[in-house]
T-cell receptor, first 113, second 114 residues
């Protein structure tokens, strides 16, 4: 089983739709869960992070972590064409010098005007 | 807003040649990382660096790879003898306190090995 799996996509939605992006993982040591956004030929840009289980909201974005199911989600409300990008989930077991990130493959989202 | 910068944006090299990819992390950051992304695949961790030494490296980071912080601002990744399979985007990241949720990525260097 791969350490982090992400729905492959691509995903196309109309403007204003609610988008749900998901990742599953197998390593129960993961404690930190991040969502990155990546535009074409650019580096990943941190959107949100969550420590352990729970929800976190930031404007139109909500991140959820369910450690018992090893499942994380990112919800985007009232999606906009500017949200069109590739979304990557990333996870880490540790913090400090050894805080390497393990990424999902990413899903490309297109929001149609 | 401070950002991580990387040069060059695109590097083309022949198989067997040495390449050096350069990064300037955010100025007050102390932890540095290299990741790579082969076209169509995941972003993969290569190496982390703190206090002038490697903290952790992945299986990909073999003897052909090395990292250096030659001065107070640059962080470099050297590939001694490039292979075709080294073709990828290479991303540098930095973090002020080493928190996994505070890694800021540069725009990447696209390495093409012919």
């Amino acid at each position: 089983q791969k350490e982090v799996e992400q729905d492959p996509g691509p995903l196309s939605v109309p403007e204003g739709a609610i988008v749900s992006l998901n990742c599953t993982y197998s390593n129960s040591a993961f404690q930190y869960f991040m969502w990155y956004r990546q535009y074409s030929r650019k580096g990943p840009e941190l959107l949100m992070y969550t420590y352990s289980s729970g929800n976190k909201e930031d404007g139109r974005f909500t991140a959820q972590v369910d450690k018992s199911s090893k499942y994380i989600s990112l919800f985007i409300r009232d999606s906009q064409p500017s949200d069109s990008a590739t979304y990557l989930c990333a996870m880490s077991a540790l913090t400090g010098a050894n805080s390497k990130l393990t990424f999902g493959k990413g899903i490309t989202l297109s929001v149609r005007p | 807003e401070p950002e991580v910068t990387q040069t060059p944006s695109h590097q083309v090299t022949q198989m067997g040649q040495e390449v050096i990819l350069r990064c300037v992390p955010i100025s007050n950051h102390l932890y540095f990382y290299w990741y790579r992304q082969i076209l169509g695949q995941k972003v993969e961790f290569l190496v982390s660096f703190y206090n002038n030494e490697i903290s952790e490296k992945s299986e990909i980071f073999d003897d052909q790879f090395s990292v250096e912080r030659p001065d107070g601002s640059n962080f470099t990744l050297k590939i001694r003898s490039t292979k075709l399979e080294d073709s990828a985007m290479y991303f540098c990241a930095s973090s002020v306190r080493g928190q996994s949720y505070e890694q800021y990525f540069g725009p990447g260097t696209r390495l093409t090995v012919t």
